[in-house]
């Protein structure tokens, strides 16, 4: 019992600002501690008639631990950032043939085809940079959502579309 009061000790002492739940309270007279059970004894039942598990561990404690404010950002799985590269080539390929009907479609209105074209691939790079910065922002939030990234992307891609509207001008 004097090892466990040091442990608790040394943590207090070294760690302000950690506490442990329940070390403040006196322990119940009847009850003993899980660690100094002979190891030939099984485990407690819990309160609900449960064993404590496959294994015979005691049960959870009932404590929730919520993540703290300032906590960093979390790291985007493989698998996220498999899905979203997936879906920025699926836009990207949607773009292409958006590019090719406004080109088209400058071209039915007398613009002259290279500025068509010109118009068509600044259409083309505004929506691409657009969508990735959502696709970026939808993937990890917490990580992508910065003025560093996604304001970049969305100041080259407004800048994009607004050459597109200015060459698609007769």
Same mark, same amino acid.
């Given at each position: ?32 501690p899980a660690a100094s059970a002979p190891a ?73 085809? =290279?500025? &068509?074209? !010109?118009?068509?691939? *600044?259409? /083309?790079?505004?929506? $691409?940079?657009?969508? @990735? #910065? ?11 959502? =910065?003025? &560093?990234? !996604?304001?970049?992307? *969305?100041? /080259?891609?407004?800048? $994009?579309?607004?050459? @597109? #509207? ?5």
């Open positions: 019992m004097q090892k466990s009061n040091d442990i608790q000790l040394a943590q207090a002492n070294t760690d302000p600002g950690f506490k442990i739940p329940g070390g403040d309270k006196p322990a119940p007279s009847g009850s003993q030939g004894t099984p485990a407690a039942p819990a309160p609900d008639g449960s064993n404590g598990g496959l294994s015979g561990t005691p049960p959870a404690s009932g404590i929730e631990v919520t993540p703290v404010a300032g906590a960093p950002a979390t790291d985007t799985s493989s698998r996220d950032l498999i899905i979203g590269g997936g879906i920025f080539v699926v836009l990207l390929i949607v773009f292409v043939f958006v590019r090719n009907a406004f080109a088209n479609h400058l071209v039915k209105r007398r613009v002259a085809p =290279s500025s &068509a074209d !010109t118009a068509g691939w *600044l259409l /083309f790079c505004g929506l $691409s940079f657009l969508s @990735a #910065a959502a696709v970026l922002g939808v993937i990890n939030s917490d990580r992508f959502l =910065s003025v &560093a990234i !996604t304001g970049t992307l *969305l100041v /080259f891609g407004i800048a $994009s579309l607004v050459g @597109a #509207a200015l060459t698609g001008r007769r």
